[in-house]
């Protein structure tokens, strides 16, 4: 009886996030249209109902860049001030709109600020949520960190931010 117990330990779930095994190697360029900052995105790998993707940001603008607050836990899928994957999909009220799939780990840590010239590489990720599943046939792109320009953001003032979603997109 205990061997069937732990043999049951780990065990990977039937659900539809944990069932995604996939590593997209790509090299995606993307810039601001709005300040001199680049993007690079070398790699994006669902893992054991994990995202992750590898990333670099480049500010090459003469302001520090302040990475964002990210959003408290339960607010994905309606606003997101953080990294995420994204797609177009239905909102509870059947209305089309960008879903947002928040990232909860940055590995490093970005350095606060992103200073001018400075360069941060390094990894984001999240959890697959089970529902809504990611679509499986439509692009799915990646949300880079929110930046506020020259100051800390307030999370309400566009004109003060910065946030840019990838030109290029991966389908399941």
Known sequence: MVALAAAGCGAPSNSPATRIERTFH????????KLAVH?????????????????????????????AIWSPPGSEGVTWNGPALVYSGLDVLQQRRLIFVPADKEQPDMPFPLAPGATWQGTISGKVPDSPPLPKANEIWLRYPVFGIGQVWDGVTQALALTWISQKAIQL
């Open 26 to 33: 790509v090299r995606w360029h993307d810039s601001a249209s």
């Open 39 to 67: 993007y690079t995105t070398n790699r994006v790998t669902f893992h054991r109902g994990r995202w992750s993707a590898d990333i670099s940001v480049t500010n090459d603008s003469p302001k520090a860049l302040y990475q």
